[in-house]
C-alpha cells in the first residue's frame, strides 16, 4: 500500500529548521516556502524525500538545489513585488515557482528540452504564469531585457557580460562563480552603472554549460 505523507507539516517542518534557524528572514520568502509545493517538482519514486536538507536528482544529470540554497539565492536579490526576473537554469521550475509565489514575473532559460518541458507542464497546473525558453542562458534573454534581477542556478567560472549587460540600473545578480567542483555564491549590484561585488560563501552547484560557461 501507498504510504500517504503530509507534505504540508514536511514543509512548515522544512522552513522551521532549515531556513529560519540559518537567517533567513525575509517574510515574503518564508510565505513563498510555506506555499509551493516541493513535491510537485521531484520525481515520484523520491518525493518522500522533498523537503529534505538537501540537492535531489531530477533526470539528465541535473538536480533540484537544497531548500536553503534557494532561500538564501532568493534573499539575496531583495525582490519586490512585480518585479522582472531572468533565470538561468529552469531545471525543475521549483525556484521559478517561489519567484513567480513573490509576485516577480519570472522568465527563465533552459538548456536541456526534456526539462524545460517538464517544468512548464508543472508550473503551468499550479497557475503560475512564467515565459520559459530552451536555449543558451549564458548569453541572457535579450528579448526582455533589462531586467531587475539575474539568478543563475549552475555554476560558472566567471559571469557571463552578456547577463551584466542586461541588468536593470540598481538590478541585482545572484550565480555561483568557481571551478567544476565548488564555487562561491555572488552577488553583483550595478549601481550608477558601476558593477559592486559580494561573496556570501561556498557552495556547490552543476557546472554552467555555455558559450559563456564551461564549453562542453
Ligand atoms: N533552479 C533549479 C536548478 C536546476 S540545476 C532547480 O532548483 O530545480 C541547474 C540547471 O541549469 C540544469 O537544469 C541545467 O540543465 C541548466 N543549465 C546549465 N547550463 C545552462 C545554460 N547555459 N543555459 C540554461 N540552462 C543551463
Same mark, same amino acid.
Given at each position: 500500500?501507498? =504510504?500517504?505523507?503530509?507534505?504540508?507539516?514536511?514543509?512548515? #517542518?522544512?522552513?522551521?529548521?532549515?531556513?529560519?534557524?540559518?537567517?533567513?528572514?525575509?517574510?515574503?520568502?518564508?510565505?513563498?516556502?510555506?506555499?509551493?509545493?516541493?513535491?510537485? /517538482?521531484?520525481?515520484?519514486?523520491?518525493?518522500?524525500?522533498?523537503?529534505?536538507?538537501?540537492?535531489?536528482?531530477?533526470?539528465?544529470?541535473?538536480?533540484?538545489?537544497?531548500? +536553503?540554497?534557494? %532561500?538564501?539565492?532568493t534573499s539575496l536579490l531583495e525582490v519586490k513585488d512585480g518585479e522582472k526576473i531572468l533565470e538561468i537554469g529552469?531545471?525543475?521550475g521549483y525556484q521559478t515557482a517561489i519567484l513567480c509565489e513573490i509576485g516577480c514575473d519570472v522568465y527563465s532559460? =533552459?538548456?536541456?528540452?526534456?526539462?524545460?518541458?517538464? %517544468?512548464?507542464?508543472?508550473?503551468?497546473?499550479?497557475? +503560475?504564469?512564467?515565459?520559459?525558453?530552451?536555449?543558451?542562458?549564458?548569453?541572457?534573454?535579450? =528579448?526582455? %531585457?533589462?531586467?531587475?534581477?539575474?539568478?543563475?542556478? %549552475?555554476?560558472?567560472?566567471?559571469?557571463?557580460?552578456?547577463?551584466?549587460? #542586461?541588468?536593470?540600473?540598481?538590478?541585482?545578480?545572484?550565480?555561483?562563480v568557481g571551478d567544476i567542483f565548488s564555487q562561491d555564491l555572488i552577488r553583483v549590484k550595478k549601481s550608477k552603472?558601476? /558593477?559592486?561585488?559580494?561573496?556570501?560563501?561556498?557552495?556547490? /552547484?552543476?557546472?554552467?554549460?555555455?558559450?559563456?560557461?564551461?564549453? =562542453?
Amino acid at each position: 500500500m501507498e =504510504e500517504k505523507i503530509n507534505f504540508e507539516i514536511l514543509r512548515k #517542518q522544512m522552513v522551521e529548521t532549515q531556513l529560519i534557524p540559518r537567517g533567513i528572514k525575509d517574510r515574503k520568502v518564508i510565505d513563498a516556502f510555506l506555499k509551493v509545493p516541493r513535491e510537485k /517538482f521531484v520525481p515520484d519514486d523520491i518525493k518522500k524525500f522533498a523537503y529534505d536538507d538537501t540537492p535531489l536528482p531530477i533526470g539528465e544529470g541535473q538536480t533540484i538545489s537544497q531548500p +536553503y540554497i534557494v %532561500a538564501l539565492m532568493t534573499s539575496l536579490l531583495e525582490v519586490k513585488d512585480g518585479e522582472k526576473i531572468l533565470e538561468i537554469g529552469t531545471g525543475s521550475g521549483y525556484q521559478t515557482a517561489i519567484l513567480c509565489e513573490i509576485g516577480c514575473d519570472v522568465y527563465s532559460v =533552459e538548456k536541456i528540452p526534456a526539462l524545460a518541458m517538464r %517544468a512548464k507542464n508543472i508550473l503551468q497546473q499550479l497557475n +503560475y504564469k512564467v515565459k520559459i525558453t530552451i536555449g543558451d542562458g549564458t548569453l541572457g534573454w535579450e =528579448e526582455y %531585457a533589462p531586467y531587475d534581477g539575474i539568478i543563475v542556478t %549552475a555554476g560558472g567560472p566567471k559571469i557571463p557580460e552578456a547577463l551584466l549587460s #542586461q541588468l536593470n540600473e540598481n538590478g541585482k545578480l545572484v550565480m555561483p562563480v568557481g571551478d567544476i567542483f565548488s564555487q562561491d555564491l555572488i552577488r553583483v549590484k550595478k549601481s550608477k552603472g558601476k /558593477f559592486i561585488k559580494e561573496n556570501f560563501g561556498a557552495c556547490q /552547484f552543476v557546472p554552467l554549460k555555455g558559450e559563456n560557461g564551461w564549453q =562542453e
